[in-house]
């Protein structure tokens, strides 16, 4: 369960990585979900209650009621606002990574810097990490 | 000693020094306090010591405004009152329950909730729980913690188990045997006389089902039957008073109060979560169960009224075994009135069955993924527009049936979402899950199936100004010096929790009252 999770995050923090670079991504995400294991709840409630493609729809759903972020280099600019938070993420690990949006995460919901996508209470960090998906 | 009222001949008159209208929580409660006094106390209950569908029909009555219970579905006329099918479900109101809070007009109450602690204290015992302690540390133990959440704006409470004293069953004996006590089963109140000026009480008349009728005669009286009953008690009281007894500025039958519960939102959780402390885990040999909370902080802060959830596995069979409709229809068919009823309990269980949970359960969650109802418990405001009334229809003791006009709106809808906000944000932060709130779209307001606790209260509010009020801090009506009311119909704010041990707290105050010299 958890190693599906993990591998969500990771997955999020390459897309986030390389979001320069759109083309990519589409392929990364089927495989990411082709390859992953059933269970993980929050993901597997995703997927059922959004639909077959869960943060794809959480993203779409998200740029519906946010269009003037409907661009990857926009979402990018807004997850990493500055030149030097997008390299250091550049070269951070995978870990670091991972830590990273963990940590902008429960940063937003401390907050309060929540969205409502489809019914689901979501850190803003994460919803716009579902958009860049859609974006792929 | 019990007497079953109908074998009396017509027109006797029962003299005593405190004559008690109604037998249950309440009224038990000042009964048994006032036992082992030199007061001669008379306790009139309209039931017997069993459910009887002819003495239950006189609760009919109509439901206007917001979709509510039938009047005669929601409580219980027979010795023991509506703790014959409560759930047992007990803790106090918090303090800020007790305050004035400018966003919520008509809250404050008299006095603080330290005035009430010594009664809330024995009133622990009467409802056969443990000590008054609701520190949640207590009640954590190495298989049932709480979830460690951060400090922000919920917190994990506990509430503490009843058996549930059924009132009516674990005080029999206690009331039959107490020599300056005389309770009267099947005595159905159904006037409260006073003098010409109204400033006193003179006799209540009563009548059974079978037709004879008598007076009871006392120096006090004190109306126990709870907070539908009382204001139509009140309001049919108008011998000498055509707007009914206490009622001089209107507030007789308003500010009628109901938890409102709405299963309003799912946390699904990011990882394995053992919520043993929120069910009923057993703690020294105390039943006890978790809820989470809005902080008073928040709630000050927000100006927000205060609200709970519990968490549930998401599942019918649960919420069919907690289901008060399902207790009352078990008890009709133990007492063998199912058939009478059959009709109504069926109508009453379906309209209980969370359809939310059959839908979502199935359709959205499937075979092996778990997902947490969270059940909100939210306080309803004194509004004046929420009350009960009288209607057209008469029963068949010639009084007229109530009218129940349940209202609430945007502040209790404000904090029902600020409750499973503030959830959501914790739960993010904790990483415990995420929460998905119902419905979808904000702007549809009440998730379906949003329905009252089965609380009623507030229709007969204390306050030290009569101008606001029906009854002052002594819970004595104001304007007539020797009538008092016991109940839930007294609470000015309702609090999220369940209103018995504080009804019963206060029904414990009042019999001390009345032990006073010179009342």
Redesign the interface.
């Known amino acids: 369960?958890?190693r599906t999770?993990r591998d969500f995050l990771i997955w999020l923090s390459s897309a986030v990585a390389i979001a320069a670079v759109p083309a990519g991504l589409g392929a990364v995400f089927d495989s990411w979900w082709r390859g992953r294991s059933a269970?993980?709840?929050?993901e597997?409630?995703l997927r059922?209650?959004v639909g077959g493609n869960g943060p794809r729809t959480v993203g779409r759903a998200y740029l519906r009621t946010v269009p003037e972020e409907g661009e990857a280099a926009t979402l990018v600019r807004m997850l990493l606002p500055n030149h030097e938070d997008r390299s250091r993420f550049r070269r951070a690990s995978e870990e670091k990574r991972r830590e990273a949006l963990r940590a902008r995460?429960?940063e937003?919901?401390?907050a309060?810097r929540?969205v409502?996508v489809?019914?689901?209470?979501?850190?803003r960090t994460e919803a716009r990490l579902c958009a860049l998906i859609t974006l792929a | 000693m019990l007497t079953d009222a109908r074998t009396l001949p017509d027109g006797t008159e029962i003299e005593s020094d405190v004559c008690i209208v109604g037998g249950g929580a309440a009224g038990i409660t000042i009964a048994r306090e006032l036992s082992h006094t030199p007061l001669r106390v008379c306790l009139l209950e309209s039931g017997g010591l069993e459910f009887d569908p002819r003495t239950q029909a006189l609760y009919r009555g109509e439901v206007i405004g917001f979709p509510y219970y039938d009047p005669d579905k929601f409580r219980l006329r027979f010795f023991g009152g509506t703790t014959n099918h409560w759930q047992g479900v007990c803790r106090p109101l918090d303090p800020l329950d007790f305050e004035r809070r400018g966003w919520v007009p008509g809250s404050g109450w008299p006095f603080g909730r330290a005035v009430l602690e010594p009664y809330y204290a024995r009133a622990q015992e009467i409802c056969q729980l443990g000590p008054l302690d609701y520190d949640v540390s207590t009640w954590a133990t190495e298989n049932a913690a709480p979830f460690a959440l951060p400090e922000t704006s919920i917190e994990s409470r506990a509430y503490q188990q009843s058996p549930p004293t059924r009132f009516g069953q674990v005080y029999r004996e206690e009331i039959r045997a107490a020599a300056n006590v005389s309770a009267y089963l099947h005595a159905n109140v159904i006037e409260i006389e006073t003098g010409s000026l109204a400033r006193a009480v003179r006799r209540v008349r009563g009548a059974c089902l079978t037709g004879n009728r008598f007076t009871a005669r006392a120096r006090w009286y004190v109306l126990a039957t709870g907070a539908v009953e009382n204001a139509r008690l009140l309001l049919a009281s108008r011998g000498t008073t055509p707007e009914g007894l206490g009622n001089r500025h209107g507030w007789v039958g308003r500010t009628f109060m109901e938890h409102i519960s709405a299963v309003g939102a799912i946390l699904l959780p990011s990882k394995p979560l053992d919520r043993s402390f929120y069910e009923t885990h057993v703690v020294r040999g105390i039943p006890v169960t978790g809820h989470l909370a809005l902080s008073p902080d928040l709630v000050r802060r927000e100006k927000l009224l205060n609200a709970q959830a519990f968490v549930r596995p998401y599942t019918m069979k649960q919420t069919l075994r907690s289901s008060p409709a399902l207790v009352s229809a078990k008890m009709a068919f133990e007492s063998g009135t199912l058939d009478d009823d059959l009709i109504d309990h069926v109508r009453a269980l379906i309209a209980q069955i969370d359809d939310l949970a059959i839908q979502s359960y199935d359709a959205w969650f499937g075979a092996g993924l778990q997902g947490f109802a969270l059940i909100a418990i939210v306080e309803h405001a004194p509004r004046v527009d929420s009350r009960i009334m009288l209607g057209k229809e008469r029963d068949a003791l010639g009084l007229q049936r109530v009218r129940v006009d349940w209202q609430f709106g945007d502040l209790e809808r404000r904090t029902l979402s600020a409750l499973y906000e503030a959830i959501a944000s914790t739960a993010g932060q904790a990483g415990l899950g995420r929460v998905r709130i119902l419905p979808d779209d904000p702007e549809m307001g009440w998730p379906p199936g949003v329905r009252g606790a089965w609380h009623q209260m507030g229709t007969t509010r204390m306050d030290e100004n009569p101008t606001r009020g029906v009854v002052n801090a002594d819970c004595r009506v104001h304007g007539i010096e020797n009538l008092f009311v016991a109940g839930s119909s007294v609470f000015p704010t309702s609090g999220y929790a369940n209103p018995t041990l504080t009804l019963v707290a206060l029904a414990v105050r009042l019999a001390d009252h009345l032990k006073k010299p010179g009342v």
């Open positions: 369960m958890c999770r269970g993980d709840p929050l597997e409630g059922r209650l995460v429960g937003d919901f401390r309060g929540m409502r489809e019914g689901w209470m979501l850190a």
